[in-house]
Structure formats: structure tokens, C-alpha cells
């Protein structure tokens, strides 16, 4: 048959186009949608010029990062709103929503190419779902916010609410399944307790992840008095320095949300420490450690902050511990006690866990008292740790005072658990997203991971001889009895089978032993060893 040479090349650019065309990532249509919700600092913000209307990513930056930082972020609270506004007026901080809002919560600095996994948000959990059959726009948003604002202030409370209602209708009239990571679980609550209505119309699911639900006591107590990194090791070299992100946070209602709960009833009370030089009435001194428990600390953040300022545009503006935000932040906290999931949606909790997470915070020594209360803020902090992720305990992540489907710890750090792999197979079940997962356990809420597996064969003269080894690791909510744990033995078992063949020279056995380890840390291995030989003449 002759082929014409036009012919040839057209279907030459088809195959050359057929080649450079990405494959379309699946997309399964029967998804209820998800909303991302961040936490404290986890949304890209840009500053707004009002005069010209150009904008400037301030929020996560490296070029200039310090410095638009102090010029754009700071801030100053305004009582008789509630809301927090930038030291410059010329300015307005907003989020971006492009991606359906993913892009602000996805990469915080979508410029940074060295380090860049540091500034990752929910970037690898969006991958996940996107390859489990999610669709950005369709079944997958984000709501980014300004992280500085109360979590129950009106105007954020409205941007959710709209928010909800354009993923409802974007998808169909599907119901909502909302994820909630650190702090944003604080908004989801605050807003479901104020807006029971919209949230039952509008959501399915409801999981909090890493919330901080009875506060974050260690974090925050040296964050008002020493500032926070938003990165840790030689990375925050190139972000906000602690000190201007001290400044910042001292005036943000956020922060002072996140403070212990007075009213919790604390297994280990969190306390502030200070060892200080005391004179009894005969002259004498001596080195004492003061404890401070989380109402009695109030006074001593009024001391240490009493003549913190910034010099911002030519003016000294004072910075002490803000008394008014802490009069709101407390009816903060009476609307979150009085928070109910309503009757058709169901709450899940995940929580981190096996991480020292700061929990009493200790300042100065028995060396080295503490002359003065306003050295505080110079003055390197020594914490007593808990149990948790690194920054919330788990007593306060488990403490939600809501009614629970499932609460389920797993091994992780704060930020760190948005990409963990136990996570995601917990999601997935959740979700109903892809295939069944075939390892995990619904009634007890623990996941089953293949951890190794080697198998060997030898066939020689009709003799074939087969060796298996697997094993896994089961991760449980539930603890043991961790003080009989140094006590127990692995559990032994040992199977036997065979299968006799038509005539002698043909049959098959099997034996294999399985072993059960004590569970330790909510971890339990689990161990196979199998043989199986068969004859075939």
C-alpha cells in the first residue's frame, strides 16, 4: 500500500504530540471534597498596597525576609474590634486563593530551591490525594487565613463560611470533609460552636490534626517571652529572626488562644519556673526556684514585657503583655468549651505522639539566678517534657471535649505528621479514597505495615523447597500495661499443614512459626517465618 509522504509526517507530529502529552492524573468522580484548613503560620500572606494595588508575598520570604516582615506583619490590636492591624496603613495583608486555595497552603515559598522541603505545608498530603483521585477545584480546596487574627473573629468566621458553601456547590452538593491541621482545628472548632447550623448543612467529616485543643503550655510560654522559629536547624537562618517574630507575635489574639488552659485539669500541671536570689529578713540570700502555675504567670509576663518596644517608622511603640487580647482570649476559650459536633457530622483525632515536647518552662539555674524579671526575654530557656509531637502535648492534642469516632495516635512531629505515611493510610480509610485498604483495621483503629518480607525458592529432582519471612508492625491507640512491659515475652505459635497427593511420591507440608512482640509505645511487631517443601515425582 502506498504512503503518501504528507501522510507519514502528520502522523509523525501526532505520535511527537502524543509523546510530550502529560498523562491525565485519575480522577474518581464519587470523592465527597476535602478542605485543608493550616495552622498558625501555615498560609502564604501577601501585602496589598492601597495606593497602587501591587502586591509582595511577605509571608514565607527569603530576599528582604526580616525586614518586609517588620514593615508589612507587625501589628497592633484593636480592642473595640478584635482584630489585629498592621503598623502600616498604607497596607492591607490578604491570602491568595489561587489553586481553589490550595496554592497558599501548599509550598509557603514557592521560590526557595535549597531547603525547600522546610517550607513544605500540606504539599505532600495534596500529592497523596491527588493521585488517590482527587481533583484540585473539584473534590480538593484549601483555606488559607491571616494567622495573626483571632480564631473567632466574625470577618474569618464569614470567609469560612463562604468558603464552605463554594466547595458544596463546586462539587455538586456533595458534603464536606474538612482537615484541619494544628491551629486551624481552633478556628474549625470555634466556628462550629458559633455556627452549628452552617457546619452541620455543609460538612461530613470533621479531622483535627496535631490541634492543640487545651493549648500549647511549653511553646507558647517561651514564645511570649523569647519569640519562636518557624524552621529549625540551619535552615531558620534564612528566615525571621525569633526577635521579630517575638514582636509580632505579642500582639496577635492567635497566640494568647493557644496559652494553657486554666480550667484543663492537667495530669502534669504546666508551670513556669524561675530560679531566683532571695534575701530573708536577716540580710542573708539564697538561691530559690520558683513555680509559677499558668494563671499565676500572668504577672510575670506583665513583668518581663512591661518595657518591651519597636522603633517602627521613627516612633517607639510599646509592646508589653497585651491584657486586652487576653480578656478576649478567654472568651475564646468559653466559646470552644461550649462546642458540640452536631448530630450528622462525625469528628475524628489524630494526634502525635513519642516526640519530648516542652510542658514546664525553667529559666535561669542554681548557678545562674535570675536578678531581674525583664531579663526573661534574653534569657535561654531549659523546658521539663512531655509526651506529644514536639509542640503540643498529647494530653491537650486527645483533650477535645468532643465526641469522637476515632482518636488515634501516631509517631510523629508537629508539622512533620502533614506527610506521614501512617497518616495518610488513616485518611484514606476515612475518606473511602481509592481501593480498600487491606492491612488496616477499622474496629480497633490500628494500621497494619508490611515492614519486610523475603522469600526464597529451591527446586531441584522434583524437590521444591520454599522459605518465607514477613513481618509488621501494628500501630495501636492503645498503650499496654507499660509497667509490666520489661516482663512480657514474645508469644509463640507454630502451625503445621500437608496435602497428600494421589499416590507417595506426591504430596506437600507447610510449617511456619509466628511470633507476637510485646507492644511498646503503641508499636507491636509482629514476625512470620514459614517453610514449606513438596514433592513431585
Given at each position: 500500500m502506498?504512503?503518501?509522504?504528507?501522510?507519514?509526517?502528520?502522523?509523525?507530529?501526532?505520535?511527537?504530540?502524543?509523546?510530550?502529552?502529560k498523562?491525565?492524573?485519575?480522577?474518581?468522580?464519587?470523592?465527597?471534597?476535602?478542605?485543608?484548613?493550616?495552622?498558625?503560620?501555615g498560609?502564604?500572606?501577601?501585602?496589598?498596597?492601597?495606593?497602587?494595588?501591587?502586591?509582595?508575598?511577605?509571608?514565607?520570604?527569603?530576599?528582604?525576609?526580616?525586614?518586609?516582615?517588620?514593615?508589612?506583619?507587625?501589628?497592633?490590636?484593636?480592642?473595640?474590634?478584635?482584630?489585629?492591624?498592621?503598623?502600616?496603613?498604607?497596607?492591607n495583608?490578604?491570602?491568595?486563593?489561587?489553586?481553589y486555595?490550595?496554592?497558599?497552603?501548599d509550598?509557603?515559598?514557592?521560590?526557595?530551591?535549597?531547603?525547600?522541603?522546610?517550607?513544605?505545608?500540606?504539599h505532600?498530603?495534596?500529592?497523596?490525594?491527588?493521585?488517590?483521585?482527587?481533583?484540585?477545584?473539584?473534590?480538593?480546596?484549601?483555606?488559607?487565613?491571616?494567622?495573626?487574627?483571632?480564631?473567632?473573629?466574625?470577618g474569618a468566621l464569614d470567609?469560612?463560611a463562604?468558603?464552605?458553601?463554594?466547595?458544596?456547590?463546586?462539587?455538586?452538593?456533595?458534603?464536606?470533609?474538612?482537615?484541619?491541621?494544628?491551629?486551624?482545628?481552633?478556628?474549625?472548632?470555634?466556628?462550629m460552636s458559633?455556627?452549628?447550623?452552617?457546619f452541620?448543612k455543609?460538612?461530613?467529616?470533621?479531622i483535627?490534626?496535631?490541634?492543640?485543643?487545651?493549648?500549647?503550655?511549653?511553646?507558647i510560654?517561651?514564645?511570649?517571652?523569647?519569640?519562636?522559629?518557624?524552621?529549625?536547624?540551619?535552615?531558620?537562618?534564612?528566615?525571621?529572626s525569633?526577635?521579630?517574630?517575638?514582636?509580632?507575635?505579642?500582639?496577635?489574639?492567635?497566640?494568647?488562644?493557644l496559652?494553657?488552659?486554666q480550667?484543663?485539669?492537667?495530669?502534669?500541671v504546666?508551670?513556669?519556673?524561675?530560679?531566683?536570689?532571695k534575701?530573708?529578713?536577716?540580710?542573708?540570700?539564697?538561691?530559690?526556684?520558683?513555680?509559677?502555675?499558668?494563671?499565676?504567670?500572668?504577672?510575670?509576663?506583665?513583668?518581663?514585657?512591661?518595657?518591651?518596644?519597636?522603633?517602627?517608622?521613627?516612633?517607639?511603640?510599646?509592646?508589653?503583655?497585651?491584657?486586652?487580647?487576653?480578656?478576649?482570649?478567654?472568651?475564646?476559650?468559653?466559646?470552644?468549651?461550649?462546642?458540640k459536633?452536631?448530630?450528622?457530622?462525625?469528628?475524628?483525632?489524630?494526634?502525635?505522639?513519642?516526640?519530648?515536647?516542652?510542658?514546664?518552662?525553667?529559666?535561669?539555674?542554681?548557678?545562674?539566678?535570675?536578678?531581674?524579671?525583664?531579663?526573661l526575654?534574653?534569657?535561654?530557656?531549659?523546658y521539663?517534657?512531655?509526651?506529644?509531637d514536639?509542640?503540643?502535648p498529647?494530653?491537650?492534642?486527645?483533650?477535645?471535649g468532643?465526641?469522637?469516632?476515632?482518636?488515634?495516635?501516631v509517631?510523629?512531629?508537629?508539622?512533620?505528621?502533614?506527610?506521614?505515611?501512617?497518616?495518610?493510610?488513616?485518611?484514606?480509610?476515612?475518606?473511602?479514597?481509592?481501593?480498600?485498604?487491606?492491612f488496616?483495621?477499622?474496629?480497633?483503629?490500628?494500621v497494619?505495615?508490611?515492614?519486610?518480607?523475603?522469600?526464597?525458592?529451591?527446586?531441584?529432582?522434583?524437590?521444591?523447597?520454599?522459605?518465607?519471612?514477613?513481618?509488621?508492625?501494628?500501630?495501636s491507640?492503645?498503650?499496654?500495661?507499660?509497667?509490666n512491659?520489661?516482663?512480657?515475652?514474645?508469644?509463640?505459635?507454630?502451625?503445621?499443614?500437608?496435602?497428600?497427593?494421589d499416590?507417595?511420591s506426591?504430596?506437600?507440608?507447610?510449617?511456619?512459626?509466628?511470633?507476637?512482640?510485646?507492644q511498646?509505645?503503641?508499636?507491636?511487631?509482629v514476625?512470620?517465618n514459614?517453610?514449606s517443601?513438596?514433592v513431585?515425582a
Open positions: 502506498a504512503v503518501l509522504l504528507e501522510d507519514i509526517v502528520q502522523s509523525v507530529e501526532l505520535l511527537l504530540k502524543l509523546l510530550r502529552k498523562p491525565q492524573p485519575y480522577v474518581d468522580p464519587d470523592l465527597d471534597p476535602v478542605l485543608l484548613v493550616p495552622g498558625i503560620a498560609s502564604i500572606l501577601k501585602a496589598v498596597d492601597n495606593a497602587n494595588g501591587k502586591d509582595e508575598r511577605i509571608w514565607v520570604r527569603i530576599i528582604e525576609a526580616d525586614y518586609k516582615f517588620r514593615t508589612k506583619l507587625w501589628s497592633k490590636f484593636d480592642p473595640s474590634t478584635g482584630q489585629t492591624v498592621s503598623l502600616d496603613a498604607n497596607t495583608v490578604v491570602v491568595p486563593e489561587d489553586r486555595g490550595l496554592y497558599a497552603i509550598v509557603l515559598d514557592p521560590d526557595l530551591i535549597i531547603g525547600r522541603d522546610c517550607v513544605y505545608y500540606f505532600d498530603m495534596i500529592v497523596q490525594m491527588i493521585k488517590w483521585g482527587f481533583q484540585e477545584g473539584k473534590t480538593l480546596f484549601g483555606f488559607g487565613y491571616d494567622f495573626r487574627q483571632s480564631n473567632r473573629l466574625q470567609c469560612f463562604a468558603k464552605l458553601e463554594a466547595v458544596y456547590n463546586a462539587s455538586g452538593g456533595r458534603k464536606i470533609n474538612i482537615i484541619s491541621h494544628s491551629m486551624g482545628g481552633i478556628l474549625v472548632k470555634c466556628f458559633l455556627h452549628s447550623d452552617i452541620e455543609y460538612v461530613k467529616n470533621w483535627a490534626i496535631a490541634a492543640p485543643f487545651q493549648g500549647a503550655p511549653g511553646y510560654t517561651s514564645t511570649f517571652l523569647n519569640g519562636m522559629s518557624f524552621v529549625e536547624g540551619w535552615e531558620q537562618n534564612f528566615f525571621i525569633k526577635w521579630s517574630m517575638h514582636q509580632l507575635l505579642i500582639e496577635c489574639p492567635s497566640i494568647y488562644e496559652m494553657a488552659c480550667k484543663f485539669h492537667w495530669q502534669h504546666p508551670l513556669l519556673e524561675i530560679w531566683r536570689e534575701e530573708d529578713a536577716d540580710g542573708n540570700s539564697h538561691i530559690i526556684l520558683e513555680s509559677y502555675c499558668p494563671e499565676e504567670s500572668i504577672e510575670i509576663y506583665k513583668e518581663a514585657l512591661s518595657s518591651n518596644t519597636v522603633d517602627y517608622d521613627g516612633e517607639t511603640i510599646p509592646l508589653p503583655f497585651n491584657l486586652e487580647i487576653l480578656k478576649w482570649a478567654d472568651e475564646t476559650r468559653k466559646v470552644l468549651a461550649d462546642a459536633v452536631p448530630s450528622q457530622v462525625k469528628f475524628y483525632n489524630i494526634y502525635g505522639t513519642n516526640l519530648e515536647t516542652p510542658h514546664t518552662v525553667c529559666y535561669g539555674s542554681d548557678d545562674a539566678p535570675v536578678a531581674h524579671l525583664q531579663e526575654r534574653f534569657v535561654q530557656p531549659k521539663v517534657c512531655v509526651d506529644g514536639g509542640t503540643v498529647v494530653e491537650s492534642a486527645k483533650a477535645d468532643l465526641n469522637a469516632e476515632a482518636r488515634v495516635g509517631p510523629g512531629e508537629h508539622r512533620g505528621i502533614l506527610c506521614d505515611h501512617h497518616v495518610f493510610r488513616i485518611l484514606k480509610h476515612w475518606l473511602k479514597a481509592g481501593d480498600p485498604d487491606p488496616y483495621n477499622p474496629i480497633n483503629d490500628y497494619i505495615l508490611p515492614t519486610a518480607f523475603e522469600i526464597e525458592r529451591h527446586k531441584e529432582k522434583g524437590l521444591e523447597v520454599t522459605a518465607l519471612k514477613e513481618e509488621w508492625e501494628i500501630i491507640d492503645e498503650q499496654g500495661d507499660c509497667d512491659i520489661a516482663d512480657n515475652k514474645p508469644l509463640m505459635s507454630s502451625i503445621s499443614v500437608s496435602q497428600p497427593g499416590d507417595q506426591s504430596r506437600a507440608e507447610a510449617r511456619a512459626t509466628v511470633v507476637v512482640h510485646p511498646h509505645e503503641g508499636k507491636q511487631r514476625e512470620l514459614a517453610i517443601v513438596s513431585d
